[in-house]
């Protein structure tokens, strides 16, 4: 996942911030993403659904065992 952010070094307009499983994503294998109302982006993975805080940088994951009933997370 990257994220695109102003560089408040100066030297570049915009700099990219890389995310990958050492920050907390369930997969590097990404399927689908979905902006909520809240700013959170939803993200399906091949090992479950997260919800990232782009304020917070912060991967809140959720798998089947989440959950009562089985649920597909991308068609």
Same mark, same amino acid.
């Given at each position: !996942?990257?994220?695109?952010?102003p560089d408040k070094t100066? /030297?570049? &307009? @915009?700099k990219f911030r890389f995310f990958t499983v050492k920050d907390g994503l369930p997969s590097d294998v990404l399927l689908a !993403? %979905? *902006? /909520?109302?809240?700013?959170? $982006?939803? $993200?399906s993975t091949e090992n479950g659904?997260? #919800? @990232?805080? &782009?304020? *917070? *940088? #912060?991967f809140s994951n959720f /798998? %089947?065992?989440d959950y009562q009933t089985?649920? @597909? @997370?991308a068609n």
């Open positions: !996942l990257n994220k695109l952010m100066g /030297d570049e &307009p @915009f !993403l %979905q *902006e /909520d109302a809240n700013n959170n $982006i939803w $993200i659904l997260t #919800r @990232f805080s &782009p304020v *917070e *940088e #912060r /798998d %089947q065992t089985n649920y @597909f @997370f």
